[in-house]
């Protein structure tokens, strides 16, 4: 019996400070990132050139800046508009884009927490054989990946 006890208060001193260097890992991941935050408004051009590069259009910021509410960095672009051959496809006087950091650290790759569109231009349309059109540019019935496209039962009614 004694040797189990003592195993059993080795095993629950382990988890103890496993979970302390996890306590300490996860702010010491916060604390980087809310470090960084005031860095990624002068990466302007360069989110500009990702973000047109993944659309396929030229994309537009006037100013980007970064802040923190609750849990979540928000990025919060001014003024940004997406252009393509036949002129302005959609312009946001704001948008916002919370980042849920846990999760996008734990898939390598940035998951958003909430997305806010404030003052929005763009015109939407749906043709009689179904095609959709945004700005009098076809919406692709998939995406690079092969996924279908879903547009949402608000858009589509």
């Known amino acids: 019996m004694p040797a189990i006890n003592k ?5 629950v001193r382990k988890l103890i400070v496993l979970v302390a260097l996890s306590i300490i890992f996860l702010a010491l991941v916060f604390s ?3 470090l960084a935050l005031p ?6 051009t360069e989110i500009e050139t990702v973000a047109g590069a993944q659309i396929g259009q030229n994309v537009a910021i006037e100013s980007i800046t970064v802040s923190w509410q609750d849990y979540y960095p928000r990025m919060h672009l001014v003024n940004t508009s997406v252009s393509g051959e036949e002129g302005q496809i959609f312009f946001a006087g704001e948008l ?13 790759d940035v998951k958003l927490h909430k997305v806010t569109i404030v003052d929005t231009y763009f015109n939407l349309l749906r043709k009689k054989n179904s095609d959709w059109y945004l700005n009098k540019q ?3 019935a ?4 092969g996924k279908d496209i879903v547009i949402p039962e608000k858009i589509q009614g």
């Open 32 to 34: 980087v990132v809310r």
């Open 7 to 11: 195993i059993c208060r080795w095993c």
């Open 39 to 44: 860095l990624v408004s002068d990466w302007k």
């Open 138 to 140: 076809a919406l692709n």
């Open 142 to 145: 998939q995406k690079a990946d």
């Open 96 to 108: 916002i884009f919370s980042i849920n950091i846990v999760k996008s650290l734990l898939s390598l």
